[in-house]
């Protein structure tokens, strides 16, 4: 089961004031409160923890299909961090392993079951347009080009479904007796999109 | 105490900032999902919580703010504290 998400620090910045009060407590652990207010940048890991949660409800929405807003159960703990990346684990019901990708511009993650040993792919798309139309429209066409090109399949024989649960599948026909359902994650937040697709033998990770 | 009417008038006021899809908030009933249609960031859906709180001078407990996913459910909720009060 896979999830992503990506965040604008920008956008991030003007939507949220994360010093208002009762905004970390609603969101976060007293751990996470800890790493955010003992950190030399508060923001960077308020947007970080944010985009790890958001990946793991992700990929546990994709297995059980339970919609809630439940942020602080999503139990976070930071692994490694470097300037540009982090690792950590999500507690959910289950453990997740999350990669994250940190950038002045945005920071991306994205979540596994930790018992799956293969890696994701992620790419991210940097927007002209922060209009949702466009980039709901762009971002397909990036995933199908990505999967065809890499599996030399022509770009008219991939579409992206939504299951009930509104959950994207990318569907691959390579040959009339053959069809690949691939689990795709979307994310977009202003002017930056990311994708990531599951675990597939066909394609590069 | 407010009508149904009047408490989405003001949830509807608290909710305009951290709209995204503005054709949507035209048409909000209590079906309205807040991320799924009005394409809400999922991080301002605390900024509402929050919003609501002040408003209204309630609480809403984590357990109540799993479910404020929608007009409907918030409608719900504050009903619910007000109540409580």
Redesign the interface.
Known sequence: MIGNDIVDRAQAHRESNWQRRGFLEKLFTIHEQKLILTADDPERIVWLLWSIKESAYKASFRETGKRIFAPRKLACQIISISDETAEGVVFYEKIYQTKSLITPQYIASTATSANTSSSLHQTIIPFEKATYQDQHLLIREKIKQYCTDSLSIPKENSYIQKDSNSVPILTLVKSSTEQLHIPISISHHGYYGAFAIGPNRSLPA | MQTKEELIETLKKIVKP?V??EQAFENVTEDTDFI?DL?I???????I??DV?EAYDIEID?ES?????TVGSAIEIITKKLAEK
């Open positions: 951290y995204q899809d799924k394409k960031n999922s991080a301002n859906l605390v900024d919580a929050l709180e984590n703010m799993e479910q404020m996913l």
